[in-house]
């Protein structure tokens, strides 16, 4: 069975980080939200209470997932990107070619000191991309989401479904992602 982390932490977007979550299940994929703090229950940007499955320290980087997700959102992006978990995660993540996902203010905080974005296109929410000037060449603006390579970064809120749905595209294949669609686009 695939395996994903979805980082969490007081301020994350609740779209950008459940959305992922329930495609991803939708998907049969054990997900597992991990609260980048020392307890489960986080407030998001919006005010909605959502209790993770771990905290960060119970998180094992000696066995990782197949795809990890850094949403984004204020002041929580900020968070992740100040936790040395979260980034040496990321890092690890990508030194084995496994999945990355970042939206909104993620691909600009959190992944520029991942080494993640180096020779990949990418793309964040409007404006934020000046945050990563380093990598600002590869940025790419007009589009819900950019898949380059091991790579897939959202725009923003508004993009959070076209996301979520390439990370089910891009680790359980297109059947998967065309029953998955199908199924939400009946209910």
């Known amino acids: 069975m695939k395996r994903a982390v979805v980082f969490i932490t007081d301020g994350s977007e609740e779209i950008e980080t459940l959305s992922p979550v329930d495609y991803l299940r939708r998907a049969k994929v054990d997900v597992t939200l991990v609260a980048v703090s020392n307890n489960k229950t986080v407030k998001c940007s919006r ?23 850094v949403p984004g959102g204020m002041p ?28 909104c203010a993620a691909p600009a905080l959190v992944l520029p000191q991942t080494g993640v974005l180096d020779g ?3 793309t964040c929410y409007p404006g934020m991309e000046n945050e990563a000037a380093a990598f600002k060449s590869k940025y790419v603006s007009g589009k819900a989401f950019v898949k380059s390579g091991n790579l897939i970064t959202g725009r923003g ?3 959070a479904e ?10 359980m294949g297109e059947a998967v992602y065309s029953q998955v669609k199908a199924d939400a686009q009946q209910r």
């Open 76 to 103: 929580g992006t900020k968070v992740l990107a100040g936790d040395k978990t979260v980034v040496e995660t990321v890092k690890k993540m990508n030194a084995e070619g496994r999945l990355v996902c970042a939206i």
């Open 157 to 159: 809120p508004g993009a």
């Open 120 to 122: 990949k296109e990418w």
């Open 162 to 171: 076209e996301f979520s749905m390439e990370i089910v595209k891009s680790l």
């Open 47 to 69: 005010g909605v209470t959502v209790t993770a499955d771990k905290t960060i320290a119970e998180l094992d980087l000696n066995d990782l997932p197949d795809a990890v997700v």
